[in-house]
């Protein structure tokens, strides 16, 4: 294609920027938390050129890593710079798009066969002093955490050897471990799981795989203490339809979802498959916990069908945004007993990108934080992202250990303005939840926008920010973001 298609996916808040930028003293309204140094990193999709196909979407684009860096005289540095995926390299190189539809190889330029096409543009991943930008469909890239500079394709030094690696890692905040695993680790449509523990000092001590019930999108997982937790819903790849030039993904409303459970350290011959309703579909998981019965409780934001409508609609499914019922849903199981159903109760509000303390992962929590939409908006929300349409309210739930956790604080914005996921940042001062922040777009005019950085007190959203940052650079979307402190970085220097 000559130009970008113009698609929501392309126009909008959604249109592509593909400028590498560095801007350092940039304005700050308010103060900023001493805690609230380091740095904040995002991925962002951006796509260098045209697509190939008209109907490509949002999450085919190049991955770009975004640094916010929070120095330590309180000013604020903004750099953002593309991923050198090989991906990257193969079409800058002609100038143009080389490859097809999203995840299917079958519809590039023919010689861009065995080229690895993942484009690492999902999660920012800080662990062992290494950052990682990662996308589900391959390997993860290093990127230096000062310079945003690519080192190459990463595979824990030869001993990672699926093909894949999930763009959602868990990471055990007492004993440093990185738990993560990838699907389709030997190719496209293939039921093939490995499941990875990564050490403290990031070697890769574990990889073993095993068979899920069907080939699923497994975007996210969980830990608790004692178990890994591997939900499985039905939208569903097929190879031949890959073969056929079809999408990678059809959503299929009559599977029944799976959720996979086995000792975090045992084998995965141990791994007992408890069935869940059939036709829904989760993104992300809160956390996963285990209560003084020995019950196990796996907290997701779950609708009722998959949210992308650029995967709904090929698989003949046609719904409104507020068609889709959603809710963050427990659902418990007894690890030590047979496989059976999963029990399912709804525990909070329809929304998505929870987030808790780090350290209350795999662990018995008492709060948590996600976005939802602000249900007394008054005027247009902001139509940006995969979905279609931006998050505008921040939502603080409490009681999660309970059977009814509550939505205790909210944070909604004016029409027009949407949230980015926000990283949590702890707080020094005992009793004190921490900070949140995060980008937030705010819709000025026809095509025009405007794009800060909130820090808000996570204990206190209704009084809003505390620090606002105004980064005066046009923005696209970004997916996934990960917070690291400045000491860890200074060890680097």
Not at 189 to 213: H, I, M, N, R
Not at 287 to 304: M, Q, V
Not at 430 to 448: C, E, F, K, R, S
């Amino acid at each position: 294609m000559g130009s970008f298609p113009q698609t929501p996916y392309f126009t909008g808040l959604n249109e592509p920027v593909g400028q590498e930028v560095r801007l350092t003293g940039l304005p700050v309204q308010g103060t900023i938390p001493p805690e609230v140094r380091g740095s904040f990193y995002r991925a962002v999709p951006d796509p260098a050129f045209p697509p190939k196909f008209a109907d490509d979407h949002t999450l085919s684009g190049d991955g770009m890593v975004s640094r916010l860096s929070f120095n330590a005289d309180g000013s604020v540095d903004f750099a953002i710079k593309f991923v050198e995926t090989a991906r990257h390299k193969a079409e800058t190189e002609l100038g143009r798009a080389r490859f097809g539809k999203y995840r299917n190889p079958f519809t590039d330029d023919p010689e861009m066969a065995g080229v690895d096409r993942t484009v690492a543009n999902t999660t920012p991943v800080w662990h062992a002093g290494k950052l990682l930008m990662a996308k589900e469909d391959g390997r993860p890239y290093r990127v230096d955490p000062l310079t945003l500079e690519t080192l190459g394709s990463y595979d824990f030094g030869g001993a990672l050897k699926s093909e894949t690696m999930t763009a959602h890692v868990r990471i055990d905040a007492a004993t440093g471990e990185l738990f993560f695993y990838g699907y389709e680790a030997d190719g496209q449509a293939s039921t093939k799981v490995a499941y990875c523990v990564v050490g403290a000092d990031g070697t890769l001590s574990s990889e073993q795989w095993f068979d899920a019930p069907y080939c699923a999108m497994m975007h996210d997982f969980a830990i608790s203490q004692n178990y890994a937790l591997f939900p499985i819903y039905p939208t569903t790849s097929d190879l031949d339809r890959l073969k056929a030039g079809g999408e990678h993904w059809h959503h299929q409303p009559e599977l029944d979802s799976w959720l996979g459970v086995m000792p975090r350290y045992g084998n995965v011959s141990e791994i007992k498959w408890f069935k869940g309703p059939k036709g829904v579909h989760s993104y992300h998981m809160m956390n996963a916990w285990e209560d003084a019965d020995g019950l196990l409780h796996f907290d997701a934001c779950l609708n009722s069908t998959n949210a992308f409508a650029f995967i709904r609609e090929p698989s003949g499914i046609f719904l409104q945004p507020w068609e889709i019922k959603g809710a963050l849903t427990r659902w418990t199981v007894d690890p030590r007993g047979p496989a059976g159903e999963v029990k399912e109760s709804e525990i909070g509000p329809p929304g998505d990108f929870p987030v808790i303390p780090a350290a209350k992962q795999g662990q018995p929590y008492d709060l948590g934080w996600m976005l939802t939409m602000n249900p007394d908006l008054q005027g247009p929300p902001l139509f940006a992202g995969p979905v279609g349409v931006s998050f505008n309210m921040l939502a603080r739930l409490d009681g999660m250990q309970s059977a009814a956790p509550q939505v205790t604080q909210a944070l909604p914005l004016p029409p027009m303005g949407g949230y980015n996921e926000p990283v949590h940042v702890p707080s020094a001062t005992p009793g004190h939840a921490g900070w949140l922040v995060m980008i937030v777009d705010q819709q000025t005019g026809d095509n025009q926008f405007h794009h800060e950085c909130w820090i808000v007190d996570s204990g206190n959203l209704g009084a809003g920010p505390v620090a606002r940052i105004t980064i005066p650079t046009r923005l696209r979307p970004q997916v996934h973001g990960w917070w690291v402190p400045q000491a860890q970085l200074d060890v680097l220097a």
